[in-house]
């Protein structure tokens, strides 16, 4: 099956700054990556996500990277604001079992 | 308003007594899955179902077990709960595993 490793495990900024979590992924067919953002207390929602056709996505601030040769996939977050703060997933859906696998969180510290 | 709704919220038991965490969705979703999260370990894929009487099992499957009789609702069972099992549950739904996931408000267990 799939295997989502994330890194790091946490990240503290200052406001402003970029910020920037990696994960890689062990199954070569894996063709959907999400983000997830989970705020203290909530639950997980969706912030941005790839398929495999496309190297490289952006919703303003936000923006995701895709290798799919190295088998890794980025987040990254511009012009960093407190209320970025919150722990971050990463994921990759499992060809062979259709399902989402996750990766263990970045809990994301942005210093006013 | 398009949502997931899991009941309880907050639940304490003893080790033993079989429970149900219920969990229904609005949005003619196909896709439902149950995710346990426990801290530095992210979400982990329980059990999910592609469709009504079409469930397969996660990465944890072992000592739960879900249901898919309507499309709406999709409970988790725990038959026989452990310590072990004490966790921080989500269900979500989607219209395909690679579609954006809904999730609901996460149920707090704590079995004794």
């Known amino acids: 099956g799939e295997n989502v490793e994330q890194h790091p495990s946490t990240l503290s900024v200052q406001e402003g700054d970029s910020a920037v979590i990696k994960c890689t992924y062990s199954?070569?067919?894996?063709?959907?990556f999400p983000w997830y953002k989970q705020e203290l207390g909530k639950r997980p929602q969706l912030i941005i996500d790839?398929?495999?056709?496309?190297g490289e996505k952006k919703d303003q601030r936000i923006a995701v990277t895709l290798n799919k040769t190295a088998k890794h996939f980025s987040l990254h977050i511009t012009e960093t604001q407190p209320e970025d703060s919150a722990v971050y997933f990463c994921?990759?859906?499992?060809?062979?079992?259709?399902?989402?696998?996750f990766g263990s969180g970045t809990r994301l510290q942005v210093q006013p | 308003e398009a949502q997931v709704t899991q009941n309880p919220r907050y639940l304490i038991t003893v080790t033993g007594k079989k429970l149900t965490v219920t969990c229904s969705q609005n949005m003619n979703h196909e896709y439902m899955s149950w995710y346990r999260q426990d801290p530095g370990l992210g979400l982990r894929q329980i059990y999910y179902s592609m469709n009504v009487e079409v469930t397969d099992k996660g990465d944890v499957p072992e000592g739960y077990k879900v249901s898919r009789k309507e499309k709406r609702n999709f409970p988790l069972i725990l038959e026989s709960p452990s310590p072990n099992q004490t966790s921080l549950y989500f269900c979500?739904?989607?219209?395909?595993?690679?579609?954006?996931?809904?999730f609901g408000q996460g149920t707090r267990l704590t079995v004794v």
């Open positions: 979500a739904s989607s219209t395909f595993a690679d579609t954006e996931a809904f």
């Open positions: 994921a990759a859906k499992d060809t062979g079992r259709r399902a989402l696998t």
């Open positions: 199954d070569s067919a894996s063709n959907y």
């Open positions: 790839i398929r495999s056709n496309v």
